[in-house]
Protein backbone atom coordinates (compact mmCIF):
# COMPACT_ATOMS: atom_id res chain seq x y z
CA UNK A 1 0.00 0.00 0.00
CA UNK A 2 1.44 3.28 -1.05
CA UNK A 3 1.38 6.04 1.64
CA UNK A 4 1.17 9.91 0.72
CA UNK A 5 4.07 11.60 1.40
CA UNK A 6 2.46 14.71 2.01
CA UNK A 7 0.44 12.54 4.59
CA UNK A 8 3.60 11.74 6.31
CA UNK A 9 4.93 15.52 6.32
CA UNK A 10 1.58 16.86 7.58
CA UNK A 11 1.78 14.56 10.52
CA UNK A 12 5.34 14.86 10.96
CA UNK A 13 4.62 18.84 11.18
CA UNK A 14 1.70 18.67 13.68
CA UNK A 15 3.49 15.85 16.38
CA UNK A 16 6.30 18.93 16.01
CA UNK A 17 3.64 21.70 17.03
CA UNK A 18 2.13 19.35 19.65
CA UNK A 19 5.96 18.66 21.05
CA UNK A 20 6.55 22.08 20.69
CA UNK A 21 3.30 23.71 22.61
CA UNK A 22 3.52 21.27 25.33
CA UNK A 23 5.24 22.54 28.55
CA UNK A 24 8.80 21.39 29.24
CA UNK A 25 8.55 20.72 33.03
CA UNK A 26 11.14 17.66 32.99
CA UNK A 27 14.33 19.08 34.94
CA UNK A 28 17.99 17.92 36.18
CA UNK A 29 17.34 15.98 39.38
CA UNK A 30 17.67 18.71 42.36
CA UNK A 31 20.90 17.94 44.29
CA UNK A 32 20.31 17.19 47.78
CA UNK A 33 21.33 19.28 50.54
CA UNK A 34 19.90 20.76 53.54
CA UNK A 35 17.64 23.56 51.59
CA UNK A 36 14.55 22.49 50.06
CA UNK A 37 11.29 24.43 48.36
CA UNK A 38 8.28 24.29 50.08
CA UNK A 39 4.93 24.17 48.15
CA UNK A 40 3.00 27.36 47.69
CA UNK A 41 0.80 27.51 50.40
CA UNK A 42 -2.15 28.29 48.01
CA UNK A 43 -3.22 27.51 44.46
CA UNK A 44 -0.93 28.99 41.93
CA UNK A 45 -4.47 30.96 40.56
CA UNK A 46 -4.99 32.75 43.81
CA UNK A 47 -4.07 35.99 43.38
CA UNK A 48 -5.65 36.16 39.83
CA UNK A 49 -5.81 39.33 38.31
CA UNK A 50 -3.38 40.62 39.57
CA UNK A 51 -0.56 37.91 39.49
CA UNK A 52 -1.25 35.33 36.52
CA UNK A 53 -1.31 31.72 37.41
CA UNK A 54 1.50 30.78 34.77
CA UNK A 55 3.52 33.62 36.85
CA UNK A 56 3.30 32.06 39.68
CA UNK A 57 3.95 28.57 38.24
CA UNK A 58 7.27 29.33 36.34
CA UNK A 59 8.17 31.91 39.20
CA UNK A 60 7.99 29.26 42.30
CA UNK A 61 8.45 26.37 40.31
CA UNK A 62 11.26 27.15 38.20
CA UNK A 63 12.86 30.31 39.36
CA UNK A 64 13.07 29.42 42.97
CA UNK A 65 13.35 25.92 42.64
CA UNK A 66 16.56 26.66 40.97
CA UNK A 67 18.00 29.08 43.93
CA UNK A 68 16.99 25.85 46.22
CA UNK A 69 19.18 23.66 43.84
CA UNK A 70 22.06 26.05 42.88
CA UNK A 71 22.85 26.61 47.04
CA UNK A 72 22.56 22.93 48.01
CA UNK A 73 25.02 22.25 45.15
CA UNK A 74 27.13 25.18 46.38
CA UNK A 75 27.29 23.94 50.01
CA UNK A 76 27.88 20.15 49.28
CA UNK A 77 31.57 20.13 50.03
CA UNK A 78 30.79 22.41 53.25
CA UNK A 79 29.48 20.63 55.76
CA UNK A 80 29.71 23.47 58.32
CA UNK A 81 28.37 26.33 55.92
CA UNK A 82 25.11 23.91 55.32
CA UNK A 83 24.44 23.35 58.70
CA UNK A 84 24.17 26.66 60.08
CA UNK A 85 20.95 28.81 59.40
CA UNK A 86 20.26 30.74 56.00
CA UNK A 87 19.66 34.17 57.68
CA UNK A 88 23.13 33.59 59.66
CA UNK A 89 24.86 32.05 56.55
CA UNK A 90 23.77 35.16 54.60
CA UNK A 91 24.84 37.62 57.59
CA UNK A 92 28.69 36.12 57.43
CA UNK A 93 28.90 36.08 53.80
CA UNK A 94 31.90 37.91 54.12
CA UNK A 95 33.32 34.64 56.37
CA UNK A 96 32.34 32.05 53.97
CA UNK A 97 34.94 30.61 51.19
CA UNK A 98 35.84 32.61 48.66
CA UNK A 99 35.23 30.23 46.06
CA UNK A 100 31.19 29.80 47.49
CA UNK A 101 30.53 33.23 47.82
CA UNK A 102 28.96 34.76 44.93
CA UNK A 103 26.99 31.75 44.63
CA UNK A 104 25.53 31.58 47.80
CA UNK A 105 25.11 35.31 48.32
CA UNK A 106 23.15 35.25 44.69
CA UNK A 107 21.47 31.92 45.27
CA UNK A 108 21.23 32.34 49.56
CA UNK A 109 19.65 35.49 49.23
CA UNK A 110 16.92 34.56 46.20
CA UNK A 111 15.59 31.59 48.47
CA UNK A 112 15.19 33.85 51.50
CA UNK A 113 13.74 36.40 49.56
CA UNK A 114 11.23 34.34 47.73
CA UNK A 115 10.11 32.14 50.88
CA UNK A 116 9.50 35.53 52.67
CA UNK A 117 7.82 36.69 49.24
CA UNK A 118 5.28 33.48 49.07
CA UNK A 119 4.03 34.02 52.74
CA UNK A 120 3.10 37.93 52.29
CA UNK A 121 0.30 37.25 49.95
CA UNK A 122 -2.81 35.35 49.85
CA UNK A 123 -5.88 35.10 47.78
CA UNK A 124 -7.43 38.63 47.64
CA UNK A 125 -10.92 37.14 48.82
CA UNK A 126 -9.34 35.52 51.96
CA UNK A 127 -8.63 37.28 55.34
CA UNK A 128 -6.13 39.71 55.81
CA UNK A 129 -5.12 39.67 52.27
CA UNK A 130 -6.24 43.24 50.07
CA UNK A 131 -7.12 44.36 53.95
CA UNK A 132 -5.35 46.89 55.89
CA UNK A 133 -2.96 46.62 58.25
CA UNK A 134 -4.42 46.46 62.07
CA UNK A 135 -2.88 46.69 66.02
CA UNK A 136 0.69 47.27 66.45
CA UNK A 137 1.53 46.69 62.95
CA UNK A 138 -0.61 49.76 61.73
CA UNK A 139 0.71 51.61 64.77
CA UNK A 140 4.38 51.22 63.39
CA UNK A 141 3.47 52.48 59.79
CA UNK A 142 1.66 55.19 61.03
CA UNK A 143 4.48 56.33 63.42
CA UNK A 144 7.40 54.83 61.19
CA UNK A 145 6.14 55.23 57.49
CA UNK A 146 3.92 58.14 57.69
CA UNK A 147 0.68 55.60 57.07
CA UNK A 148 -0.37 53.02 54.55
CA UNK A 149 -1.04 55.61 51.98
CA UNK A 150 2.41 56.78 52.30
CA UNK A 151 4.15 53.43 52.69
CA UNK A 152 2.65 52.83 49.26
CA UNK A 153 3.38 55.66 47.49
CA UNK A 154 6.56 55.67 48.87
CA UNK A 155 7.37 51.67 48.05
CA UNK A 156 6.13 51.79 44.97
CA UNK A 157 8.58 54.82 44.13
CA UNK A 158 11.39 52.83 45.28
CA UNK A 159 10.30 49.43 43.76
CA UNK A 160 10.30 52.12 40.45
CA UNK A 161 13.90 53.32 40.62
CA UNK A 162 15.23 50.04 40.89
CA UNK A 163 17.71 49.76 38.16
CA UNK A 164 17.13 46.49 36.16
CA UNK A 165 16.29 43.42 38.60
CA UNK A 166 15.63 43.84 42.43
CA UNK A 167 13.45 43.98 45.57
CA UNK A 168 12.16 46.58 47.45
CA UNK A 169 11.55 45.37 51.08
CA UNK A 170 10.08 47.40 54.52
CA UNK A 171 12.40 46.12 57.28
CA UNK A 172 11.94 46.11 60.58
CA UNK A 173 14.28 46.03 64.26
CA UNK A 174 14.07 44.18 67.53
CA UNK A 175 12.21 47.28 69.06
CA UNK A 176 9.58 46.69 65.85
CA UNK A 177 11.08 49.85 64.27
CA UNK A 178 10.19 49.98 60.04
CA UNK A 179 12.45 51.20 57.59
CA UNK A 180 11.91 51.61 53.67
CA UNK A 181 14.74 49.98 51.71
CA UNK A 182 15.46 48.95 48.13
CA UNK A 183 18.15 46.13 47.14
CA UNK A 184 19.48 45.09 43.48
CA UNK A 185 19.82 41.33 42.34
CA UNK A 186 18.66 39.21 45.16
CA UNK A 187 20.58 40.96 48.30
CA UNK A 188 18.57 40.93 51.20
CA UNK A 189 18.31 42.96 54.39
CA UNK A 190 19.42 40.00 56.25
CA UNK A 191 23.10 40.35 54.55
CA UNK A 192 23.08 43.87 56.89
CA UNK A 193 22.29 41.46 60.07
CA UNK A 194 18.60 43.35 59.67
CA UNK A 195 15.30 41.51 59.29
CA UNK A 196 12.72 41.75 56.82
CA UNK A 197 8.91 42.45 57.08
CA UNK A 198 8.18 41.94 53.68
CA UNK A 199 9.10 43.27 50.06
CA UNK A 200 8.29 43.13 46.59
CA UNK A 201 10.45 41.35 43.96
CA UNK A 202 10.90 43.64 40.79
CA UNK A 203 12.30 41.31 38.51
CA UNK A 204 10.64 40.74 35.01
CA UNK A 205 10.19 37.10 35.57
CA UNK A 206 7.72 38.35 38.41
CA UNK A 207 5.72 40.45 36.62
CA UNK A 208 6.09 39.84 32.70
CA UNK A 209 3.79 37.97 31.79
CA UNK A 210 0.55 40.24 32.76
CA UNK A 211 2.52 43.62 32.57
CA UNK A 212 5.35 43.48 30.18
CA UNK A 213 7.33 46.76 31.10
CA UNK A 214 4.63 47.90 33.26
CA UNK A 215 6.42 48.13 36.55
CA UNK A 216 4.74 50.71 37.94
CA UNK A 217 1.25 48.96 37.01
CA UNK A 218 2.28 45.80 39.04
CA UNK A 219 3.50 47.68 42.20
CA UNK A 220 0.35 49.31 41.64
CA UNK A 221 -1.65 45.91 41.78
CA UNK A 222 0.63 43.61 44.01
CA UNK A 223 -0.57 45.51 47.04
CA UNK A 224 -4.46 43.64 46.32
CA UNK A 225 -2.82 40.20 47.67
CA UNK A 226 -0.70 41.72 50.70
CA UNK A 227 -1.72 39.58 53.22
CA UNK A 228 -1.82 41.79 55.99
CA UNK A 229 -2.56 39.11 58.74
CA UNK A 230 0.76 37.26 58.26
CA UNK A 231 2.77 40.69 58.08
CA UNK A 232 1.12 41.62 61.07
CA UNK A 233 2.51 37.72 62.30
CA UNK A 234 5.98 39.01 61.22
CA UNK A 235 5.96 42.29 62.93
CA UNK A 236 5.05 40.28 66.06
CA UNK A 237 7.46 37.52 65.62
CA UNK A 238 10.77 40.57 64.69
CA UNK A 239 9.07 41.65 68.67
CA UNK A 240 9.67 38.72 70.03
CA UNK A 241 13.12 38.27 68.44
CA UNK A 242 12.16 35.03 66.40
CA UNK A 243 11.87 36.29 63.14
CA UNK A 244 14.35 34.74 60.49
CA UNK A 245 13.71 34.98 56.92
Partial sequence: MQIDRRLILAGGLAAAATALARPAFAQTPAPSGPFRLDPLPYPADALV?????????????????????????????????????????????????????????????????????????????????????????????????????????????????????GWVFVTVDRGGKLALESKPNQDTPLMDGKRVLFGNDVWEHAYYLTYQNRRPDYLAAWWNVVNWGKVGERYAAATAGTLTI
Fill in 49 to 165: PHIDARTMELHHGRHHQAYVNNLNAALKDHGTVAAMPLHDILAKLGELPEAIRATVRNNGGGHANHTMFWQVMGPPTAAGAGAAPAGALAEAIQRDLGGLDKLKADFNAAGGRVFGS
